[in-house]
Nanobody, 120 residues
Framework: HVQLVESGGGSVQAGGSLKLSCAVF????????MGWYRQAPGKQREVVST????????NYADTVQGRYTISFNKREKTLYLQVNSLTVEDTGTYFC??????????????WGQGTQVTVS
């Protein structure tokens, strides 16, 4: 069983930055993918970025490429998302997820509670 606890959201002006955190409690196999999703008001949840826990291979949605950076600190067991050059289109609730398409992790995927990012 895995639990995720998110933090770091907030309200910022356009052009600003935030760093979102997702503490991971429980064991996650190195082959599993972890990631961040966001859900804008009235829209479906969409993937923002993913990372493979073991080798650190990353992927980004076209809309955030070059502005967002995903990372996982193995010592802290924390998933991060650095978000820069924010625009109003980045507004939404951000969810971390662990065990994306990971058969080695029973019960996956696991989701964080969500953290709100509001850009004005």
């Amino acid at each position: 069983h895995v639990q995720l606890v998110e933090s770091g959201g907030g309200s910022v002006q356009a052009g600003g930055s935030l760093k979102l955190s997702c503490a991971v409690f429980g064991n996650v196999p190195d082959s599993c993918a972890m990631g961040w999703y966001r859900q804008a008001p009235g829209k479906q949840r969409e993937v923002v970025s993913t990372i493979i826990k073991g080798d650190g291979d990353t992927n980004y949605a076209d809309t955030v490429q070059g502005r967002y950076t995903i990372s996982f600190n193995k010592r802290e067991k924390t998933l991060y998302l650095q978000v820069n050059s924010l625009t109003v289109e980045d507004t939404g609730t951000y969810f971390c997820a662990v065990g994306l398409v990971c058969l080695l992790l029973p019960g996956s995927p696991y989701w964080g509670q969500g953290t709100q990012v509001t850009v004005s």
